[in-house]
Every structure is written in C-alpha cells, then in structure tokens.
C-alpha cells in the first residue's frame, strides 16, 4: 500500500508491505516492509538572516509494528539565528489519525489518544543547503499532548530521528517549503515504532 500526499512546493509519502501468513506455511513468518520519502520539484535552499518563519503542511506515517497507515498535519516554526547565534527547529504533529488498516483512529501512546507530539531539540546544520538534523548528534526530544482534558504530557521512552531540507527561495529570503523523515520509536517490547514523511510551506 502507497499513500503519498503533497503542499504546493513538496511531494511525500508513505508505504507499507505486508506478507500473510498462510495456511500451509509457504510464506515463512509475517514479513513486513515500510519506507518513507520525499521530493521538490524546487532547488535547496537556505537564508543567511535572522528571523523566525513558520510553516504548514502534512505528514504521512506508517506504524512499524502493524503496517498500518497514519495521516496528519505538520506544523514547524524555523529559527534562523536564535540568541546564541544557532538555527534550531521545533515541530508539531497534529491529530494524527489512522487512514489504512486495522487502526482507524487518533494516534495512541500509553493507551491515550494523542492530539499532539512536540518535536524539539532540532538543528539546522551550517551548509549551503541547510539540512535539518539531530542536534548535536542526539535524539530530539519528544513530548505527548493527550486529547483527554486535563491530562498531562507524556513523554518518549526511546529515541526520535528527523532529517530534510529546505528549498525554494521566496521574495522575503526565506525558504519557501520544508520536507523530510522522521520516526519515533520506543525501548519496550512491541512499544511505538513509527515512520513518518512531511512536506510543508511557508505561512504568508
């Protein structure tokens, strides 16, 4: 199963592939494949100003465990030159809902549905082209914004990875899009293991 989905400067997507079980046992074991992408049909880009810009767009995810398909909106705000001098990032992922498979509803983590995952710790390396990364080589950190009312954070047991690129050059020397990967993964048996691709674009 392909989803893909797509803003005005970035194309992404999602697949799983799942290998049945079957009676007879020809096909040994329950194999599982799932990959993440992404593309622009625009140059990389970076800006050499200091500024914050925030982007919007989608992110397409896929359930490592299961195969099942996620869908939801990918909100991150880019600092180009904080008050130490860096680039950093922080991200949103809202209302991350089941769209293929067994799983049909919200995102779920410690049997909580999820409303949003907080994304920080995200560095913006010092290349022409600006490649988003783990900052200084670590996790970025991860944080659980359950729908329930009234209830607390929860945070990542494991470790998170992210990765893209910024391209097009718009009239106000900021990047015009932003696209990658990212997953989340925790250390317990059968805990989260998910995939993920967004693509989003400058807010005006």
Known sequence: MVRCDSTVYTRFGVWSETVPLTAEGAVPGNTVA?????????????????????????????????GNLYSGTFEPTVNWGDDNGEDNITARIVDLKGVYGS???????????????????????????????????????????????????????GSATISGKFVGNGHSERPLGVLGTWSIAETAANGLDFKGSFGAGLNP
Do not use: C, K, M
């Open 34 to 66: 799932h990959r993440t992408f992404g593309y622009s049909p625009l140059a990389l880009e970076t800006t050499t100003l200091s500024l914050v810009a925030d982007y919007a767009g989608e992110t397409l995810s896929v359930d490592d465990n299961t």
């Open 103 to 157: 799983a049909r509803d919200w995102f779920q983590h410690e049997s909580q549905d999820v409303g949003t995952i907080f994304l920080s710790g995200i560095d913006i390396d010092g290349s022409a082209t600006a490649e988003l990364s783990d900052a200084d080589a670590t996790a970025p950190s991860v944080r659980f914004g359950y729908r329930a009312s009234g209830a607390r954070d929860g945070a990542l047991a």
